[in-house]
């Protein structure tokens, strides 16, 4: 079975619901993770898909380590092979 | 303060770690993740920032998912400010 899917949706997503949830804007978030926030943007509408450093730099802003920020990513995903 | 670091060491390692313990080749975990074993390699020595759907993949190709991958990734990581 071929490993299918796209996260960036997803991913986007949870930036944007922790972000919310911490009042700050995409603006702010971008200052606190020195990233651009027109990039900050494009993440949150799912368009790019972030790398590990800069998810790592995100889920920092956010106040969250990696674990947390991926704790709710927890749907299996298919191996290509049994 | 700043966000410094680089997560590949440590997400290499993990990757490697999990192979290992499946007792599958890099060539074996590259056909199961549908991806280059040479981009798994360079991976595993963190020479190269995976994106997150390759990410996904390779978790998927090591029977985990995202949440379970970065399960060990607690450390915080500081935010510029604030």
Redesign the interface.
């Known amino acids: 079975m ?2 299918r ?4 949706q997803e ?1 986007g997503a949870r930036i944007r619901e922790l972000r919310k949830s911490l009042d700050i804007s995409q603006e702010e978030l971008a ?4 990233l651009h926030r027109n990039y900050i943007g494009s993440i949150e509408r799912g368009e790019r ?5 800069t ?3 995100l ?3 956010l ?19 049994g």
Chains 1, 2 share one sequence.
Request: aromatic share 8%.
């Open positions: 071929v490993v899917g796209d996260v960036r991913v200052d606190l993770a020195d898909e972030a790398g590990l450093n998810m790592a730099r889920a920092g802003a106040g969250l380590s990696l674990a947390d920020f991926f704790a709710p990513f927890r749907h299996p995903v298919k191996p290509r092979r």
